[in-house]
């Protein structure tokens, strides 16, 4: 990839197994497959909670894009496309079963490295402080923190996939940021 395909958020290695796709290459499917899956994966399941549903939905949009790949258009980045894609049907999903929208709990996987009893209290608390925080920040806000925080997107890969402009992703990001240090400094005083 040149630069300059870089700077102006276009994505040309995968443009180029897109249009190999499109002429029905299945290699070129299993590699896109394999390079996301896992990463997809992930970002429905901060959405619908559910690791078969995650599952489900992941391989739902790796299907319609196999089966409608003749007629659908992906111009500037392959992996927004397949971030946009997960992330509708992901909403989709919520909207057909009534489920609100909350964030997934981020540091269920940490180690425990805390010896000290008192110490783990004041860590679980900050923990559960850090999880009350993000999840009060307004939904927009709180999606773009964690699209850009916890699946690690570029700010181009973010506008691209909630349909806004890198402004609105920059504006919200320094309001989430903001607003998270204020609740964990009001929190850091208030427990230790």
């Not at 599952?55 to 397949?82: A, H, M």
């Not at 997107?153 to 240090?181: F, G, P």
Request: hydrophobic share 35%; net charge positive; proline share 1%.
């Amino acid at each position: 990839m040149n630069r300059d395909n870089r700077n102006n958020g276009t994505d040309q290695t995968g443009l180029e197994y897109w249009e190999r796709i499109r002429q029905g290459d299945n290699t070129a499917f299993s590699h896109i497959f394999q390079k996301y899956y896992q990463a997809l994966y992930q970002f429905a399941g901060r959405f619908v909670k559910d690791a078969q549903t995650a599952e489900n939905i992941v391989q739902d949009v790796f299907v319609k894009l196999w089966t409608n790949r003749e007629n659908c258009l992906i111009t500037s980045s392959l992996k927004s496309y397949l971030y946009a894609a997960t992330r509708n049907t992901a909403l989709n999903f919520l909207s057909r079963e009534k489920k609100q929208l909350s964030t997934e709990d981020l540091m269920s996987d940490r180690q425990d490295t805390t010896a000290n009893p008192e110490e783990q209290i004041i860590e679980n608390e900050m923990i559960d402080g850090v999880h009350k925080a993000i999840e009060k920040l307004p939904d927009k806000c709180r999606s773009i923190y964690l699209m850009k925080r916890y699946d690690d997107l570029k700010y181009h890969e973010i506008a691209e996939i909630l349909d806004i402009s890198i402004n609105t992703v920059k504006t919200q990001m320094k309001r989430a940021l903001k607003s998270l240090l204020k609740n964990l400094a009001y929190l850091k005083t208030n427990i230790i």
